[in-house]
C-alpha cells in the first residue's frame, strides 16, 4: 500500500530549462494539493487538484508554473524558464476527498521534490 | 501578522529529557485544526498530532502530546523521553474552515531539534 509517490527526488536544471515534477496519489485518493518550501522555510500552499480540474490555484505563481492532474497518470507541476528563485523543495499531498482531511484525517504528504536551479 | 508562529528556531534535548516546542497561532475562525509535522534531516514530511478547536482533551500521541490552551492560542507539542532519532525540524500547521478554503494548510517556519547522547 504504497503512499505518496513523488518523482523525481532531485532534480537539477540550468536557468531556462524546463522543470518538471510528478506526484501519483495514495491509492483511493483523488485529491492531490501542491506545496513549496523555500530554504529555512515551512511549506506554503500552491495549488489543489481533483482529476482533470483546478479546484484552487492560488498559492500559484503567476507565470511560467502550471499545474495538472489528468484523468489517467500521475499529477504533475511544471515550471518552465526555471530562475535560481525556483530552487526549493515541492511537496505533493493527497487525501481522500476535498477538506485535506475532515478532522483527525491529515494530509498524506510525499517525500518531496528537491530541484535545484544552477 | 503571521498565522502560525514558531518563536524557537533551534531547541536543544538532553536523551531521555523532556522537550516543548512553541507554537502561538491567529485566527478568527471557531473551527480549525492544529498539526505537528517533523522532517527529519532526509526531508519527508511525517505527521505526529493532530488536535481540533473543539477537543476538550489535549492529544496524544504515544511519546508525543499536544499542550493545547484555547485561550492563549497556542498548541505547543511536548516530546516526552527524547530519543536521538528525534532530531529533526519540527513544523506547527494550522487549518482553518473559513473561506471555504479549508483543504489548504499553512505552516510555521519550523523549529530545529537538537537531541544530545
Known amino acids: 500500500n504504497a503512499g505518496v509517490m513523488q518523482n523525481p527526488r532531485h532534480l537539477v536544471r540550468r536557468r531556462g530549462q524546463e522543470a518538471r515534477l510528478r506526484c501519483s496519489p495514495m491509492?483511493?485518493?483523488?485529491?492531490v494539493y501542491w506545496y513549496r518550501q523555500l530554504p529555512e522555510e515551512g511549506l506554503k500552499f500552491m495549488v489543489y487538484?481533483?482529476?482533470?480540474?483546478?479546484?484552487?490555484e492560488s498559492g500559484m505563481p503567476k507565470e511560467r508554473f502550471s499545474a495538472e492532474f489528468p484523468k489517467e497518470g500521475p499529477s504533475i507541476l511544471r515550471i518552465q524558464q526555471v530562475v535560481r528563485g525556483d530552487s526549493a523543495a515541492y511537496f505533493c499531498?493527497?487525501?481522500?476527498?476535498?477538506?485535506?482531511?475532515?478532522?483527525?484525517?491529515?494530509?498524506?504528504f510525499g517525500a518531496g521534490s528537491r530541484l535545484t536551479v544552477l | 501578522a503571521q498565522k502560525i508562529t514558531q518563536t524557537q528556531p533551534g531547541m536543544f534535548v538532553q536523551e531521555k529529557e523532556a522537550v516543548t516546542l512553541d507554537c502561538t497561532y491567529d485566527?478568527?475562525?471557531?473551527?480549525?485544526?492544529l498539526f505537528w509535522y517533523k522532517q527529519p534531516s532526509s526531508g519527508e514530511m511525517i505527521f505526529l498530532i493532530y488536535?481540533?478547536?473543539?477537543?476538550?482533551q489535549n492529544a496524544t500521541e504515544g511519546r508525543y502530546s499536544l499542550n493545547f490552551q484555547k485561550a492563549r492560542k497556542s498548541a505547543n507539542l511536548v516530546i516526552s523521553a527524547s530519543q536521538l532519532g528525534d532530531s529533526a525540524m519540527y513544523f506547527c500547521?494550522?487549518?482553518?474552515?473559513?473561506?471555504?478554503?479549508?483543504?489548504?494548510?499553512?505552516f510555521g517556519k519550523g523549529t530545529l531539534l537538537t537531541v544530545n547522547p
Open positions: 491509492k483511493g485518493h483523488s485529491h
Open positions: 499531498a493527497s487525501s481522500p476527498d476535498g477538506t485535506g482531511g475532515a478532522g483527525a484525517n491529515v494530509l498524506t
Open positions: 487538484l481533483q482529476k482533470e480540474n483546478i479546484i484552487d
Open positions: 488536535q481540533g478547536s473543539y477537543d476538550e
Open positions: 500547521a494550522m487549518r482553518e474552515s473559513s473561506g471555504g478554503s479549508n483543504y489548504k494548510l499553512t
Open positions: 485566527t478568527s475562525d471557531q473551527s480549525y485544526g
